[in-house]
């Protein structure tokens, strides 16, 4: 699944034509950065690849004062297509990645519990205030974003709540006070 893809045909679908400029800065203003895995930086190189691919077509050029032209694309009809068939997929398909942490903390010393104690405490201040960070932008971009891009920054603080929950069972398990 390419999330720069889905993003870049879907604005085109809502916004009609446009250039890659616009595009890159309704990113921004939406601070897609904040829930996926997009590089701002990667449009062009990506609108490039989906006009060879034939799901975007340039239209011509848009001179505003004195900026240099932009291209103008808009998406075709098999750019629709594959944004439908996009969307579909990243909604039904299960994402699972496995977690670094697991292959370290299996291959702990169990011997060194108050090393393994204190790491464990320390990894739970760290998400604890990634959790909170998180909060806070949920709360701040409220008014900058849809009620879906708002649930989608709230995903995150999910996760994030969940791997406390398992680090505190651990520690429950392996550190008893």
Not at 6 to 30: D, N, V
Not at 80 to 102: C, G, H, I, K, N
Not at 166 to 171: H, K, P, Q, R, S
Request: some cysteine.
């Amino acid at each position: 699944m390419s999330s720069i893809r889905l993003f870049i045909l879907s604005c085109f679908a809502e916004m009609g034509p446009t250039h890659g400029h616009r595009l890159r800065s309704e990113a921004e203003r939406k601070r897609i950065v904040l829930w996926t895995d997009i590089s701002v930086g990667a449009f062009y190189g990506a609108i490039n690849r989906l006009e060879a691919e034939g799901l975007l077509r340039a239209l011509g050029t848009e001179t505003e004062g004195n900026r240099p032209p932009r291209q103008v694309y808009e998406i075709t009809n098999r750019g629709r297509d594959v944004l439908e068939t996009l969307q579909r997929e990243a909604l039904e398909s299960v994402w699972f990645r496995y977690d670094p942490f697991d292959l370290a903390l299996s291959r702990s010393d169990s011997a060194d519990i108050d090393h393994l104690r204190a790491t464990l405490s320390a990894r739970r201040i760290a998400l604890d205030a990634l959790l909170n960070q998180r909060a806070r932008i949920t709360v701040d971009t409220h008014k900058c974003v849809g009620p879906m891009q708002e649930w989608a920054l709230r995903h995150s603080e999910y996760r994030l709540a969940a791997e406390l929950r398992y680090l505190d069972d651990l520690m429950d398990v392996l550190c008893p006070q």
